[in-house]
Structure formats: structure tokens, C-alpha cells
Nanobody, 122 residues
Framework: QVQLVESGGGLVQAGGSLRLSCAASGSIFSINAMGWYRQAPGKQRELVATITSGGSTNYADSVKGRFTISRDSAKNTVYLRMNSLKPEDTAVYYC????????????????WGLGTQVTVSS
């Protein structure tokens, strides 16, 4: 079994910063791309940022220059540093990872965490 567990969400004032973490655990052979998505009330889930196993990153236009995604492959962990937060960043943030796992044979699957709430007050 593979699990993704997010942490680091909370309540912050506009202009503030937060750092989210997402740790993958279980019978992991390797992790390809990892990413962060968010879903605000009444809206569809949207991509925030992704990072490949080689370190290439991609960001939504709305967060470019404010958010930074990074990963620690030794810890199977991905981070999202969020600066200059705005009220419109308020959402549940989800971690996702493309993971190859198994003990005797391997399968590749996208896994999701349960999410962490980020609330930015004006």
C-alpha cells in the first residue's frame, strides 16, 4: 500500500507564507512526477505545480513567481513554498504522485493525498 500525507496547511493573512509538505510511504520502487493541485469551494480541482524526477517544474500562471515546488527524493517528499498569498489562493491543496510500487511485481499508478486546507484572510 502507498500513502501520501500532506501537512503544513493553515490560516494565514494575505501577503503571508506557508510551506506544504507531502510524504509518500509504502512499498515504493520509484516516484516519477509529483505535484500539487487545489480545489476551492464550488470550483474544479486545478493544477498548481508539478515537478519531474529530474527536477523540471511547471506552474499555473496564477502562482508563477509566488510559489515554488521542490522535492527530496531520498525522503519521497514534495514541498510547496507559497509566498505572497492572496485570498484567492484559499482552497484544499492536494498532493499527487506517479508512483511505481510493489514487492514481487510492480505497478504504476497515480496516488492522491487527502488534502490540507489553506485559508488566506484579507
Amino acid at each position: 500500500q502507498v500513502q501520501l500525507v500532506e501537512s503544513g496547511g493553515g490560516l494565514v493573512q494575505a501577503g503571508g507564507s506557508l510551506r506544504l509538505s507531502c510524504a509518500a510511504s509504502g512499498s515504493i520502487f520509484s516516484i516519477n512526477a509529483m505535484g500539487w493541485y487545489r480545489q476551492a469551494p464550488g470550483k474544479q480541482r486545478e493544477l498548481v505545480a508539478t515537478i519531474t524526477s529530474g527536477g523540471s517544474t511547471n506552474y499555473a500562471d496564477s502562482v508563477k513567481g509566488r510559489f515554488t515546488i521542490s522535492r527530496d527524493s531520498a525522503k519521497n517528499t514534495v514541498y510547496l513554498r507559497m509566498n505572497s498569498l492572496k485570498p484567492e489562493d484559499t482552497a484544499v491543496y492536494y498532493c499527487s504522485a506517479d508512483i511505481i510500487s510493489g514487492n514481487y511485481y510492480y505497478t504504476e499508478k497515480d496516488y492522491w493525498g487527502l488534502g490540507t486546507q489553506v485559508t488566506v484572510s484579507s
